[in-house]
């Protein structure tokens, strides 16, 4: 049985099997964003390459400005957005990202960029 996916960068995912279709609101997938319908398992792109436009620019261990930094970022740095603008906090929105060590943390999004590949 062949299945096509089908993605959308307004958000929402066409999922596209033998004789059904279904749409999916991207914000509805948990669990490692991988969603199961009937014998159809889909894995979604999570994340997208990011790059740090700024000098000195905090890793923070969560949004917001009190909280631990976990370490400086350079400006050109590469990064992982995992999830953009997810809260507004101190007067910033802030992106999860993850570095390419492997850090998780938290930045203001007017620090990171979406890359160009």
């Given at each position: 049985?062949?299945?096509?996916?089908?993605?959308?960068?307004?958000g929402?995912?066409?999922?596209?099997?033998?004789?059904?279709?279904?749409?999916?609101?991207?914000?509805?997938?948990?669990?490692n964003?991988?969603?199961?319908?009937?014998n159809?398992?889909?894995?979604?792109?999570?994340?997208?390459?990011?790059?740090i436009i700024?000098?000195?620019?905090?890793?923070?261990?969560?949004?917001?400005t009190?909280?631990?930094?976990?370490?400086?970022?350079?400006?050109?740095?590469k990064?992982?957005?995992?999830?953009?603008?997810?809260?507004?906090?101190?007067g910033?929105?802030?992106?999860?990202?993850?570095?390419?060590n492997?850090?998780?943390?938290?930045v203001?999004?007017?620090?990171?960029?979406?890359?160009?590949v």
């Amino acid at each position: 049985m062949k299945k096509r996916i089908l993605l959308s960068t307004l958000g929402l995912i066409t999922i596209l099997s033998v004789g059904s279709a279904f749409p999916a609101k991207a914000d509805t997938l948990k669990n490692n964003n991988i969603i199961e319908h009937k014998n159809s398992i889909i894995a979604v792109r999570s994340q997208y390459p990011g790059i740090i436009i700024g000098t000195e620019v905090r890793l923070r261990a969560e949004a917001g400005t009190s909280s631990r930094v976990i370490r400086y970022l350079n400006l050109n740095e590469k990064v992982s957005i995992l999830e953009s603008q997810v809260k507004e906090v101190d007067g910033y929105k802030w992106d999860k990202i993850r570095t390419y060590n492997g850090e998780v943390g938290y930045v203001a999004s007017q620090y990171v960029a979406i890359r160009t590949v």
